[in-house]
């Protein structure tokens, strides 16, 4: 059975913004999930961008094709901006890893290389990749696996680095599925971290 394709048009304010991709392809059986409580899934519109172009890229004109890339690249990263506050981080890993696949977009790389590692659970890997975000990737992709001893070393070394900074450290403190109030001093946040890994 052959998909049927509508086109929507792009938010307008992604259009004022130089986005040269006014109208969207999507498949008829996904229009209803292309916003949710009012608001664009930009994850929807990206995933079908990715399907459109795997699927009838070659059918494109180069110049054409370089404007979905470009679109494509633009609501990855609004995606990507979208899940900023949720706990699944795997997902904004995943989103990328796909983005990259489909645009070559150097912003994306690094991302698409942590996600190969966590997908094998090579923490040891990721601890090559020696930044604050791979690491951070790295450890909640192991605790929500039911790793805990392992996410705790990732983490380890960098645990009152990640307590000192108030919002840097909630954000952490909920990732690993703290439910209470964030407490206000670092040395609290420390062990408030610990006690998640227990």
């Known amino acids: 059975m052959s998909d049927d394709w509508i086109v929507v048009k792009a938010p307008s304010s992604l259009i004022l913004a130089g986005v040269e991709l ?11 999930q292309l916003s949710r409580s009012g608001e664009v899934d930009f994850e929807v519109i990206f995933e079908e961008l990715r399907y459109f172009m795997i699927n009838h890229g070659d059918q494109l004109q ?32 995943e989103l990328a890893f796909k983005a990259y696949e489909l ?9 698409s290389e942590v996600c190969a590692l966590a997908l094998q659970d090579d923490a040891s890997g990721l601890g090559k990749i020696d ?14 696996n039911g790793k805990k ?8 070394p960098h645990l009152l680095e990640l307590a000192e900074d108030e919002d840097i450290g909630r954000v ?27």
């Not at 645009?103 to 991302?111: A, M, N, V």
């Not at 001893?149 to 380890?156: N, R, Y």
């Open 131 to 144: 930044t604050m975000p791979t690491r951070l990737i790295s450890a909640a992709h192991l605790f929500h």
């Open 62 to 93: 180069p110049e054409t094709l370089d404007a979905y890339r470009t679109a494509a690249t633009v609501y990855a990263k609004l995606a990507i901006n979208s899940k900023a506050n949720s706990t699944n981080l795997e997902k904004v890993v």
């Open 22 to 32: 006014p109208f969207i392809p999507i498949r008829e059986s996904k229009r209803d």
């Open 172 to 198: 952490v403190l909920r990732s690993f599925g703290f439910e209470d109030d964030i407490p206000e001093s670092s040395q609290a946040r420390v062990a408030a971290l610990i006690a998640c890994f227990a």
């Open 149 to 156: 001893d392992e996410a705790k070393e990732v983490l380890w």
């Open 103 to 111: 645009t070559s977009e150097p912003s994306f790389q690094l991302l």
